[in-house]
């Protein structure tokens, strides 16, 4: 009976989607204040329907009940309760409703509380919405129901992938959805500003907390599948350019594009044709996304389903999408009023470059992505793409977002003068070159992109940080004239300084990683002793270990320096018998400087243990970086200047140094 409301709610959602998608944009062309509001309306009964029924299918999962096909298909009484609560998404159909979900959330986010939203403008914006959740919510009714019932409830389900039972998966998928879905809105805030045509400083003000909002779980969904990866799959590493890595990665790049853009639309209203076609192809990326790990065309350990009917449907609704924003865009951008110009050293100048790097960089992984598939479409070989393409393509095009990433908060709005900005950095300039030249001396020049690469790292932390001392005048006046201003500064400018000091985390933590990270395969029997990074490790003892719904072999290992042990890390090498498939547990010791990282293999006949060591200089970096980018955007969202009008902005504009209006300048 649960499954069955589950369904009803399912279904009259897509009725209400159908409507929030018609209605509302007639009554905006009419100016019918009744058929406007019922976009509002309307959103919020969607959500409401969409939670019912994902409620539905989580009881489904929770209690066990193997009438309902995917509970059956992906669940076992064994499990734990939390992996059954996570398993509801970690599957195609769950993740699918997962995906309407949030995509309702945020439409009924829009309609609560856009409330200083113009009424056209709001009915429009809904109505994309909703055409955009009829169309997934008719791909989950017709070729994805989630809710199927089985004629004979079989007595054991066949369980989850043991490689998603963790407790990361409970958060990594969400925030990953949070960032796709939630770049839908202003893909929606731009079709409906080329329906009115008209794009201006407040139309960037609505759009641009729901752009970050989307970035900053983006960001914290990378990082997330970052650090499962690294400690689940027993590789090793940080990042593979996988498929499914890299369908994330592109709008990543491209929505920071936009972030970048929307900010010189607000400030200078300029850039605006840019900032409407940034916004549509941050979304259909997106959706390229949902449909590279639901087609089957592409093969990745993240895939979800091979189903090339699911493939096609999802294809049609990126075309539709896409195509029909496109053509819109085509037809409408020549009307819409475009901005003011500017020096070709500038801020807008500064944000407009990087913007180009950004968008080319998703471009190059977009083809290493997609060329392997092309090749196998309309020829007889099969070809990867791997590292050594994107090292080669990839790299060398964010050299420049890094130089200029630190630039464009010291450079004026309309016109400036490069000298006089270069002198103001002459401070970080130098420190990033001591320490290039600091590591080209330490490696007698062997490692001169180490050298860059730090260099590059050290020159955007303290570019960060000279952009702090210069706004708060630490230097120039008294401690108690830098605390004045620093109370007085806005919250926005400490996510921009937290967002670019993550970048430069990031950046060194894979330039040190990559150089001097050691590795190491040796087969163990209890009492071996080896040596890794500045550590002994012994193998102590191996035990049988019974999970709830597997076996483990557990290896202890005792870490020791000049003879003291001084940690013992477990790592596990586990067995699913229901789906007969192995996994590892590593085991991990941090000191938050380097990681020291062991994977238990199989055992030889002669009672030996393959064991893989690595050492990872400064790898928490990685995650800690990508962490702060996150939580500068969301102390910038915190600002109340995100909520109020010009005359706020404006008061604080009278700063001299540093953007203040958000973590992606």
Avoid at 70 to 90: E, F, H, M, R
Avoid at 363 to 387: E, H, M, N, R
């Amino acid at each position: 009976m649960i499954a069955e409301l589950g369904h009803f709610a399912l279904i009259l959602s897509l009725m209400v989607s159908l409507l929030q998608a018609t209605l509302p944009l007639y009554g905006a062309s009419r100016q019918d204040r009744g058929l406007m509001a019922l976009a509002s309306f309307a959103a919020v009964t969607a959500f409401t329907l969409v939670a019912t029924s994902f409620v539905c299918l989580a009881w489904a999962f929770v209690i066990d009940d193997f009438s309902v096909q995917l509970v059956a298909a992906n669940s076992q009484t064994t499990k734990p309760v939390i992996y059954k609560i996570t398993g509801v998404w970690a599957n195609h159909e769950g993740s699918m409703l997962l995906w309407v979900l949030i995509l309702t959330i945020f439409s009924a986010l829009i309609a609560l509380f856009g409330l200083n939203i113009p009424k056209p403008l709001k009915a429009r914006v809904l109505a994309v919405q909703g055409m955009i959740a009829t169309a997934f919510s008719a791909f989950l009714i017709f070729t994805s129901n989630p809710f199927l019932r089985l004629a004979q409830a079989p007595a054991e389900g066949n369980g989850m992938n043991p490689l998603l039972q963790d407790p990361g998966l409970a958060i990594h998928p969400p925030c990953l959805y949070m960032g796709y879905v939630g770049f839908s809105v202003a893909f929606s805030f731009a079709v409906a500003a080329l329906i009115e045509g008209k794009v201006d400083a407040a139309w960037a003000r609505w759009v641009r907390p729901w752009v970050l909002l989307a970035w900053c779980f983006l960001t914290m969904g990378i990082t997330l599948g970052s650090f499962w990866a690294y400690y689940i799959l027993g590789w090793g590493g940080w990042w593979f350019w996988d498929p499914v890595e890299n369908v994330s990665f592109m709008p990543w790049l491209v929505g920071t594009a936009l972030l970048h853009s929307a900010l010189v639309v607000e400030r200078r209203h300029a850039l605006v044709a840019w900032t409407i076609l940034l916004a549509i192809l941050t979304f259909s990326l997106s959706l390229i996304g949902t449909f590279v790990v639901r087609s089957g065309v592409l093969t990745s350990v993240h895939s979800f389903a091979t189903d090339p009917a699911r493939g096609f449907f999802i294809l049609v609704i990126i075309f539709g999408a896409t195509g029909g924003a496109l053509l819109l865009y085509a037809l409408r951008i020549p009307h819409v009023k475009k901005g003011v110009p500017f020096g070709i050293v500038s801020r807008e100048a500064s944000l407009l470059l990087n913007n180009v790097f950004l968008v080319v960089s998703a471009a190059t992984v977009f083809f290493g992505t997609f060329w392997p598939l092309f090749i196998d479409l309309f020829g007889s070989d099969k070809i990867s793409v791997g590292a050594p393409y994107y090292n080669i393509t990839f790299v060398p095009l964010f050299i420049p977002i890094f130089v200029i990433m630190v630039l464009g908060p010291f450079l004026k709005w309309k016109r400036d003068n490069l000298k006089s900005v270069l002198q103001q950095l002459s401070w970080p300039l130098a420190v990033a070159l001591i320490f290039a030249i600091a590591v080209i001396g330490i490696n007698l020049a062997h490692h001169l992109f180490t050298a860059a690469g730090i260099g590059l790292s050290v020159w955007i932390i303290a570019g960060s940080l000279w952009v702090f001392v210069k706004r708060t005048k630490l230097f120039e006046g008294s401690l108690l004239q830098a605390l004045n201003i620093l109370r007085q500064t806005p919250r926005a400018y400490f996510g921009l300084l937290l967002g670019h000091l993550g970048v430069g985390m990031v950046l060194l933590a894979i330039t040190v990683v990559t150089t001097w990270q050691q590795e190491k395969i040796v087969t163990l029997k209890v009492g071996d002793q080896t040596h890794i990074g500045y550590y002994d490790v012994t193998l102590t003892k191996i035990e049988t270990i019974i999970g709830p719904n597997y076996e483990a072999e557990r290896g202890a290992f005792a870490l020791s320096q000049g003879g003291l042990t001084f940690s013992v890390i477990s790592a596990e090498h586990r067995y699913y018998a229901l789906q007969q498939q192995q996994t590892n547990q590593t085991g991990i010791r941090t000191n938050l400087i380097s990681n020291t990282y062991i994977a238990l293999g199989d055992a030889d006949k002669s009672g030996g243990w393959t064991v893989r060591l690595y050492y990872h200089p400064m790898a928490p970096w990685l995650w800690i970086g990508g962490f702060t980018m996150a939580l500068g955007g969301f102390i910038s969202l915190s600002d109340r200047r995100f909520r109020v009008g010009v005359a706020q902005r404006d008061k604080m504009a009278t700063f001299p140094i540093g953007n203040t209006a958000g973590v992606a300048s």
